[in-house]
């Protein structure tokens, strides 16, 4: 072979190999809010630039603004049990939502992201079924502040359009709606949920219910020999009602993959797996 071609597909070569190399790097680092360790996790441990792992319980740490002392935008910075970091980093403030959650948020400004034990949907709005009472909100000016007054007042899901709040107890159904962003209550101890997300795939069964009622039904029910302990709630198109999709797998790990169809995916947090 010529000398400068050899050259030259030599510089190409480590050149592509360098940049694989960044790619896999990149690929090993955990984005913010993704898990980053826990008893039995097996994935990858480093966050991204910016983000720290922050340890929530034996069984799960969470990648979170800031760093080991102080407490980036979002983060969570009190609470009760809670044993990390108080100080919020430079221009935000540590906000009481409740004797469970405090975290930073921007100084003098609301903050736009829904609380740990709330799932948030971008693009729904809950439908309010009848009888329904002491839905409306007035004095709110944001998401957050909308889903800390249903909170308050013992609701289950909250919507956000138009700068208008609305709290809800009872839902059976959803209206996707891209100017609407819909909230929805967990257990954050037992579940980890995530709108606009499924687990494609390891149906054991299915019920048309709520998605509260989703949350409880998975706790009991086993088909074929497979417990339940991870579930989507979602309203088909053309179906008048969600739909609760019970669903068993064994790797603890599995992430769920986004969905356009504005459901929400809950798996069951390592301490309550089971098959």
């Known amino acids: 072979m010529h000398s400068s071609l050899f050259t030259s597909v030599l510089l190409a070569a480590s050149a592509q190999a360098a940049h694989v190399h960044l790619r896999d790097i990149k690929a090993a680092q955990v984005d913010v809010w993704n898990q980053c360790g ?7 441990t480093a966050c991204t630039s910016g983000n720290y792992c922050k340890v929530i319980n034996e069984w799960y740490s ?3 603004p800031g760093g080991q002392s102080e407490v980036g935008v979002w983060g969570q910075c009190g609470g009760k049990n809670y044993n990390g970091a108080t100080k919020c980093t430079s221009g935000n403030t540590c906000k009481v939502w409740n004797e469970w959650n405090s975290q930073c948020v921007p100084s003098n400004d609301q903050p736009a ?3 740990l034990n709330w799932a948030q949907v971008d693009g729904v709005c809950y439908n309010k079924v009848e009888g329904d009472k002491d839905t409306t909100t007035s004095g709110i000016s944001s998401y957050e502040a909308c889903i800390n007054e249903a909170d308050k007042r013992g609701k289950l899901y909250a919507n ?3 700068n208008t709040c609305t709290v809800l107890s009872t839902v059976y159904s959803y209206t996707q709606d891209s100017h609407c962003k819909g909230a929805a209550k967990y257990n ?3 579940y980890t949920c995530a709108g606009n997300t499924d687990f494609y795939g390891s149906d054991i069964g299915q019920a048309q219910t709520r998605f509260d009622r989703c949350l409880d039904e998975c706790d009991y029910y086993e088909s074929g020999g497979h417990k339940c302990n991870a579930f ?3 309203r ?4 008048e009602f969600g739909i609760c999709y019970f669903k ?4 603890f790990n599995r992430k769920p993959s986004t969905s356009w169809l504005g459901g929400i995916s809950c798996k069951r947090n390592p301490k309550y797996m089971q098959h």
């Open 113 to 115: 992201t829904a609380p």
């Open 38 to 44: 826990g008893k039995e996790y097996r994935g990858d």
């Open 62 to 64: 969470q990648c979170q």
């Open 236 to 239: 088909n198109p053309g179906s």
């Open 160 to 162: 956000w359009k138009d």
């Open 188 to 190: 954050l101890e037992k």
């Open 248 to 251: 068993s797998f064994d790797d």
């Open 232 to 234: 989507m709630w979602v």
